[in-house]
């Protein structure tokens, strides 16, 4: 039997109501919506269902202020459940249009999706639908560094809204000099104790009841030594086994990525988020799998040090692309704790 925590992916595609009142089929789509990756799985997200339209808001309570001060990883992370509740309408025959602030910044209304009929299945270039429940981050190590130049193209091309770029990092030296950007920011943000607590309160041992954050299972963490690890982890610098952890995924990836943007603000942050989904999806449809290096975007000089690397706008993320076996999921809060229902 599934954990309570681990339901959330036994959703059956069969169980749409078709026939059913617009309000169940809208929430019906949610079920898709909540499956997106977040970091540290904060899954910051509250969603509204209107007539005809969701409304997805961020979820401040869940902001980590010494990992994440901008929130920066947070909005990025609402697009990417906007981005599968999109993926999910359209499969469903709806045609999903996305409007992002339509309140202003400052609002915590991220985004209004307009779910109306119309979409047209055979539109739809790709299964993208059948990837949600199959995708997860890679945390542990790539298995084999081969992925075709055409897979590599597609997903390049498929960042294709304006304002938005994906480089691709592929020559020896310059991969060196990332491995060495996210050891110098692990260094950097290990060495302090509020940084550790604030991402250790999101580590959860392999046997984990929590509906959110990351069990360790996900890094390769053996169940024993998993039950004290966030405790050590918020204690103690463990900088050295983290480098080392990822300074294996960038050198046995396929490639390396950086996603950056011409702008650097909310919208964008979000947008970004909805494109990053898509890639993410169209890769495991390919059976490609990423992991994602936060760490240096979160340091002002480093993030400058990247942009020198990659000469384009402001880089919002730096991942990496491989093949890896597929990974046991990541807990997800049931749908009924982020749907706002009116008063
Ligand atoms: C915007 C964004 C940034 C992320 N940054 C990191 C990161 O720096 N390091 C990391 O290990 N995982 C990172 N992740 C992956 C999350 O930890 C992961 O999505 C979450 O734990 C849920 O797991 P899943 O993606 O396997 O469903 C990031 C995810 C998103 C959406």
Redesign the pocket.
Known sequence: MTAKNYEAWDVLESDYPAKGPLEERLKFLLRYAI???????TQPWKFAINEGSVSVFADLSRALPFVDPSNR?LY??VG?AVANLAVAGAHFGFAPRVSYFPDGEESDLVAEVQLLPGGNKMDLQMDLFHQMQR???T?DHYENATIEPNILKEMEQSINLPGLCLSFIEDKDSRAKMTDLVSRAHQTQLAKKEFRHNLGDWLRSNWTAEPD??PLY??GVPDAVSLGFPAAFKEFDLSRAVIYRDAGLIRDCSTLAVLSTDRDDKPTWTAS?FA??NLLLRATFYDVRA?????PIGLPDLREELLELVNRGHPQ?LFSLGRAKP?R??PRRPLEDVIITPS
């Open positions: 499956l997106a990756p977040s970091g540290p799985n990883t990025m992370s990417c995708r997860h981050t945390k954050g990351m996900t890094f988020g990053l989904e992991s994602f290096f936060s760490q993320l990974m999921p990541s």
